[in-house]
């Protein structure tokens, strides 16, 4: 079995993944188009440029995500998406570039079981936890 975030946009899915992509060096392997996929009976009307599937792989995990039709857009809450990384300059390298036009909840900093963690909300809306238990140095 597997998991992974699947994540919700008001309409800024394709500069979210673009943006994902570049901070954890990954790859973009779908990025699907409302207008480009085929029409099912009493589908929602919906703008046919909007991303309706994006899939980012990066190491060994996958990060997927649509923009929402805007009567079922939610902000998103009781939920963050953890990263684990061992090094404190990469879990820094993180921190800064993810909240970089969002909100820090909680600044990147040593706790009692690691040696960084941080939250943030970053400029589109994803919660996002940085862990470092570890440094590789």
């Known amino acids: 079995m597997h998991m992974n975030p699947y994540l919700m946009f008001d309409g800024d899915c394709e500069a979210a993944f673009t943006f994902y992509a570049e ?13 480009d996929g085929p029409q099912c009976d009493g589908e929602i009307s919906f703008a046919p440029d909007k991303i309706m599937h994006a899939r980012l792989v990066a190491d060994d995990w996958i990060l997927m995500g649509s923009d929402c039709p805007p009567s079922y857009m939610k902000t998103p809450q009781g939920f963050s998406v ?35 963690f941080g ?10 936890m940085i862990n470092c238990e570890t440094d590789s140095r």
Not at 25 to 32: F, K, P, S, V, Y
Not at 96 to 115: K, R
């Open 82 to 116: 953890a990263v684990h990384v061992d090094g404190i300059e990469k879990a820094e390298r993180l921190f800064g570039i993810l909240s970089a036009g969002g909100e820090v909840g909680m600044p990147l900093q040593q706790t009692h079981w690691a040696i960084r």
């Open 23 to 35: 901070c954890f060096g990954g790859r973009i392997e779908a990025m699907e188009r409302y207008g």
């Open 119 to 128: 939250m943030l909300v970053d400029r589109f809306g994803t919660p996002w």
